[in-house]
């Protein structure tokens, strides 16, 4: 193979990996901005799991934006060939501290999966490893033959490419942390039949009634008339069928007695409000107002509305009601539960029939108004 040849093939595969990264730094920004809150509590297990000190929220929330920028706007510098050399080291030391962390956590196994991709794409920590590996030798190639990255457009319009997705990408942040995802990859969607899933997520089984005669052996199943008096009956064999809505099998509500209230209110006939408040203790006091005109809407109109909570202890329970005024009752679910269900500190869900009609968080809960406009 002659050198133009050797020259042009790695000029491909240098654009290539350039592409590569460039995907995958812009899919892995998007989807962060797309949910900073989801990234906060991902990022609040590694501070659990490693037991390192704890921050607050806020610093958190302010932490996953900035990741969500910068690695959106690192992709599209990528993308576009701005300022390679710069651009393609600052990828390949944040490839070498990435994969060293997940070697860590490959190995340690902190938590589930790394949270990269959201709830868009859940890797296990073996496949989020591999994919680390992949995408340094990327970046490897691309940091090493900078020069061989093509140029797709004029040096003005790129700068302007670049102060526009700075300016989309911080506002689709604040967007989706204000007004909750706008794109929701979690089981409890809006649309979602909640009483459905639920249900349906409950183990099944297959149940076939065994039979013998003669050395031979005979599968029936439930609704199959017996055979003859000439067979002889073996056993029942009940073998677990996999459903398809277990991600929703978790939602489980008791009252304060550890009584189990979930089929009262996936059953409901009419509208249903949860108020969800993963923390009594830091949840914010600001939309309180709001949070009692909701209340006494529900009140009102004889709507069913929950208050659902992690906290347990009373402490927890007399501060809230001291600082809000609140007049109802509590009931207890799993806060990463209540998390998934929507990013809201409070959040309020509205179900009809068991279906999930509309969320807030709590920068924009709705008003009266706004109720009676969905509550027909």
Same mark, same amino acid.
């Given at each position: ?20 990264? /460039? ?25 659990? /799991? ?13 932490? /996953? ?58 890797? @296990? ?29 004029? @040096? ?27 794109? !929701? ?14 249900? @349906?997520?409950?183990? %099944? ?20 008339? !017996?055979?003859? @008096? ?95 005024? /609140? ?44 109720? %009676?406009?969905?509550?027909?």
């Amino acid at each position: 193979m002659d050198s133009k040849v050797k020259s042009q093939l790695l000029t491909v595969v240098v654009n290539v990996c350039r592409l590569l990264l /460039a995907g995958t730094f812009i899919f892995s920004g998007f989807v962060k901005a797309n949910d900073p809150l989801g990234t906060v509590y991902k990022l609040e297990d590694y501070m659990h /799991a490693m037991a390192w000190f704890t921050v607050p929220d806020t610093f958190l929330l302010g932490c /996953a934006v900035l990741l969500a920028i910068f690695e959106f706007t690192l992709g599209v510098y990528l993308l576009f060939g701005m300022k390679r050399k710069a651009t393609s080291g600052i990828a390949l030391a944040f490839m070498v501290l990435m994969t060293l962390l997940t070697v860590y956590i490959a190995i340690a196994n902190p938590v589930e999966d790394c949270g990269c991709f959201g709830d868009v794409l859940i890797l @296990s920590n073996g496949a989020t490893l591999a994919k680390n590996i992949v995408l340094l030798g990327a970046a490897v190639m691309v940091s090493r033959y900078y020069r061989l990255q093509k140029d797709f457009l004029g @040096s003005t319009t790129k700068w302007l490419i670049a102060f526009v997705t700075l300016c989309l990408i911080v506002g689709y942040a604040i967007y989706c942390i204000v007004c909750l995802p706008a794109l !929701d990859f979690r089981p409890y969607k809006v649309g979602t039949n909640l009483r459905e899933a639920v249900m @349906s997520s409950q183990q %099944k089984f297959e149940v076939k009634i065994v039979y013998e005669k003669d050395g031979k052996t005979m599968e029936l199943s439930a609704e199959d008339e !017996d055979p003859d @008096s000439t067979w002889t009956y073996v056993e029942t064999r009940r073998t677990p069928i996999e459903t398809q809505n277990l991600a929703t099998a978790d939602f489980y509500v008791a009252d304060a007695d550890g009584e189990d209230v979930t089929e009262d209110i996936l059953l409901a006939d009419d509208y249903t409000l949860l108020l969800v408040i993963p923390n009594l203790m830091n949840a914010d006091e600001g939309c309180v107002d709001r949070v009692n005109e909701v209340y006494d809407y529900a009140q009102e109109n004889g709507l069913g509305f929950y208050c659902l909570t992690s906290s347990e202890e009373q402490e927890a329970q007399t501060y809230w009601n001291d600082h809000t005024g /609140a007049e109802y009752g509590y009931y207890i679910a799993e806060e990463r539960m209540l998390k998934t269900v929507v990013r809201g500190q409070p959040g309020l869900v509205l179900l009809h029939e068991g279906v999930i009609v509309k969320k807030w968080g709590n920068y924009n809960l709705p008003n009266e108004e706004e109720l %009676k406009q969905l509550i027909r």
